[in-house]
């Protein structure tokens, strides 16, 4: 529990690569951007406390260093620098069709709905495969650390894992495969 500077400053000090890990992947290697995606999570975690303390800070923190990354993305990507007559920068707006960004805001939302769905129903069916699936698959940390954290010798995690991969599989394999193939 946060209750002073302390806690706080050792939550920050415990999670703070990661969370700058996650920035800077899902920002497009974006450095610059990832630390002040980092320092921006981190205020709100001090700031919103009260209303998550009951939660797993550790993966409150990666799901809002990654929203916030790929909002920021989305915010930038588009953007372009040229050199105008006189040599200096100016910035322009790539645009794609109107077709063809409706179609990817539309497909970036339905998987974005799809993987929301995937990981309620996980939590639901069994939380220690929910835990472990965002340990190792969404925030990356190398398996023997992520057993380490579970409390399980290493093995137990891959049985984890792969009962909660061919869960997965089995009940949301269809509906995958129709979403990444439009001819189906």
Excluded at 11 to 35: Q, R
Excluded at 135 to 162: C, D, F, N, T
Excluded at 164 to 180: L, P, S, V
Aim: glycine share 4%; hydrophobic share 35%.
């Amino acid at each position: 529990m946060l209750t002073g500077n302390r806690e706080f400053n050792e939550v920050y000090e415990k999670y703070k690569n990661l969370v700058l890990k996650t920035a800077f992947i899902y920002s497009g290697d974006d450095y610059d951007a990832a630390e002040d995606i980092t320092q921006e999570t981190f205020l709100k975690l001090y700031i919103g406390f009260e209303e998550l303390k009951n939660g797993n800070i550790s993966s409150w923190l990666c799901v809002a260093a990654r929203n916030a990354a790929i909002n920021h993305r989305k915010k930038y990507r588009r953007e372009v620098l040229r050199l105008d007559e006189e040599g200096y920068a100016v910035q322009e707006e790539l645009r794609e069709s109107t077709e063809e960004e409706y179609t990817g805001i539309e497909l970036e939302q339905s998987r974005r709905k799809l993987h929301e769905k995937i990981f309620a129903g996980l939590m639901e069916k069994n939380p220690r495969w929910y835990e472990a699936i965002m340990l190792v698959y969404y925030m990356e940390i190398p398996q023997a650390k992520a057993a380490e954290m579970m409390g399980v010798r290493l093995q137990v995690l891959h049985s984890i894992l792969h009962r909660a991969k061919k869960w997965i599989a089995k009940t949301y394999g269809a509906e995958y495969e129709e979403m990444t193939d439009p001819d189906r």
